[in-house]
Nanobody, 125 residues
Framework: QVQLVESGGGSVQAGGSLRLSCAASRYTISRYCMGWFRQAPGKEREGVAVINKDGSTRYADSVKGRFTISQDTAKNTLYLQMNSLKPEDTAMYYC???????????????????WGQGTQVTVSS
């Protein structure tokens, strides 16, 4: 069974940085499309950044220029480097993965089959 385990969340002040990690097991990240999503209290889950096996990426407008998605295939781990954090970035962050080779680089959560448990990011002003 595919497992995705996020880590790296925490509390930071506005302007600070965090790096989230998503370790995958029983799943080879280099073959598929993966992404980061987030959900703030009372809001719907939204796509933050996605990456395909070729390294192509797509970002939500709200994080462009501040967040960077990357992957380390040797460690089978997905990352999200978050810089210049803002209070509105506060949310639970989830790692997600598709179960097939087709990768539309979609920020829609409905295109992803596997989900981690999430890691909390809190940004104070």
């Amino acid at each position: 069974q595919v497992q995705l385990v996020e880590s790296g969340g925490g509390s930071v002040q506005a302007g600070g940085s965090l790096r989230l990690s998503c370790a995958a097991s029983r799943y080879t990240i280099s073959r598929y499309c993966m992404g980061w999503f987030r959900q703030a209290p009372g809001k719907e889950r939204e796509g933050v950044a996605v990456i395909n096996k070729d390294g192509s990426t797509r970002y939500a407008d709200s994080v462009k220029g501040r967040f960077t998605i990357s992957q380390d295939t040797a460690k089978n781990t997905l990352y999200l480097q978050m810089n210049s954090l803002k209070p509105e970035d506060t949310a639970m962050y989830y790692c997600a993965a598709r179960s097939d080779y087709y990768c539309p680089l979609s920020l829609s959560l409905y295109n992803y089959n596997y989900w981690g448990q999430g890691t909390q990011v809190t940004v104070s002003s």
